[in-house]
Nanobody, 119 residues
Framework: QGRLVESGGGLVQAGGSLRLSCAAS????????MSWYRQVPGKERELVAT????????TYPNSTKGRFTIDRDNAKNTITLQMNALRPDDTAVYYC????????????WGQGTQVTVSS
């Protein structure tokens, strides 16, 4: 049974930075596609960043590209999200996600960590 636990959220002023961490257990992140999502109440969950098994060329939507950086540390079995130049519209609950796109196609979600950016 896979498990993901996010940490690092909090309150930050606009223009500031936060680093989120996602600790995985029960599986190895090196064999999974790892992503960060965020969700605001009343809206659909939004992809923030994703990184392949190998870790080359992580991808971002326009809303986070150039400000956020996803990375993996397979030795520590963790995924991070470095968030810079934060804006109030980045305020959301941020979720870590793991997907194994072969075999049983296991999928895991963390419980989320709140990020609040003050204006």
């Amino acid at each position: 049974q896979g498990r993901l636990v996010e940490s690092g959220g909090g309150l930050v002023q606009a223009g500031g930075s936060l680093r989120l961490s996602c600790a995985a257990s029960g599986f190895s992140v090196g064999t999974y596609i790892m992503s960060w999502y965020r969700q605001v109440p009343g809206k659909e969950r939004e992809l923030v960043a994703t990184i392949s098994h190998i870790g080359y060329n992580p991808t971002y939507p326009n809303s986070t590209k150039g400000r956020f950086t996803i990375d993996r540390d397979n030795a520590k079995n963790t995924i991070t999200l470095q968030m810079n130049a934060l804006r109030p519209d980045d305020t959301a609950v941020y979720y870590c996600h793991a997907f194994h796109n072969v075999g049983n196609k296991e999928r895991y979600w963390g419980q989320g960590t709140q990020v609040t950016v003050s204006s």
